[in-house]
């Protein structure tokens, strides 16, 4: 990433977007802006967004256009996010990609970098099935994969492990069909743009980290190794 730049992590539920963005972000000194993350956090602290979030959160649909924006744009609207920022989960729908270009536009950002996570089906639901993540700090495990030193505690802070309400099987089929229908298309629109990058998602969670650190150049300097 440049200075002042976007980077987007474009991909289905659990490609690893979070995962390598969490990573990213602290490597290149921005934040990190997960959309899912933000609106668990609202429904965990009973706001008004996150009561008009949670339902549609459980049946695996996406949030409202206009809800997503506003809460987006008050975020970007904060001083860390003058340098650049890692996106995990957004845009994810044609109005909210077409909405972002405008305001990076706006705020003097270069195009944004959009790296699309490839990877096959069958291996989303296994890490679906086997994610696991801090309640406290957000640290994401998988216990086939990835697991804590001591199960359902996170290595970093203790916390207890906690699974995601919404990734029960049922709703995780309404996720992969939601993003196939509305935020699959953003790849096209991303590639016209000539913004595009691709990157095999089912390696191992340090081989995708150095594929990224291939194409991300951070804008200090490092010369892209881990
Ligand atoms: P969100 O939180 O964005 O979920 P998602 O996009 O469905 O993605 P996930 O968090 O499930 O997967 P991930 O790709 O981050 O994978 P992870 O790194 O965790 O959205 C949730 C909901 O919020 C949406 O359904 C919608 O309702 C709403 N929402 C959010 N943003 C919105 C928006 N912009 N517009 C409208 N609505 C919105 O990894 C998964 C597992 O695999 C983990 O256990 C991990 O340890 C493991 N793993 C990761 N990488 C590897 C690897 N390389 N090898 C092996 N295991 C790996």
Not at 199 to 223: E, Q, Y
Request: proline residues 5%; charged residues 30%; aromatic residues 6%.
């Amino acid at each position: 990433m440049v200075l002042k730049q976007a980077l987007i992590f474009l991909g289905p539920p659990g490609a690893g977007k979070g995962t390598q963005s969490k990573r990213m972000a602290e490597r290149c000194g921005v934040p990190h802006l997960s959309t899912g993350d933000m609106f668990r956090d609202a429904v965990s602290r009973g706001t008004e967004l996150g009561r008009r979030v949670k339902p549609m959160m459980e049946r695996g649909e996406l949030a409202p256009d206009d809800v997503v924006m506003q809460m987006v744009e008050e975020r970007l609207a904060e001083s860390d996010c003058a340098r650049g920022a890692v996106f995990d989960g957004f845009p994810r729908t044609l109005p909210q990609a077409e909405r972002l270009g405008k305001i990076l536009e706006s705020k003097g950002f270069g195009k944004p970098l959009v790296v699309d996570f490839c990877i096959a089906p069958e291996t989303l639901l296994r890490r679906i099935a086997g994610r696991w993540t801090c309640s406290v700090g957000g640290e994401i495990y998988n216990i086939y994969e990835a697991p804590p030193k001591i199960a359902g505690i996170c290595d970093f802070d203790g916390g207890t492990l906690v699974q995601r309400a919404d990734d029960r099987a049922e709703v995780v089929k309404e996720r992969l069909a939601a993003y196939q229908r509305q935020t699959r298309p953003l790849a096209d629109y991303y590639r016209r743009l000539g913004v595009l990058e691709e990157i095999d998602a089912s390696a191992s969670v340090d081989n995708v980290s150095r594929a990224l650190a291939k194409i991300v150049n951070c804008g200090d300097g490092s010369d892209g190794r881990l």
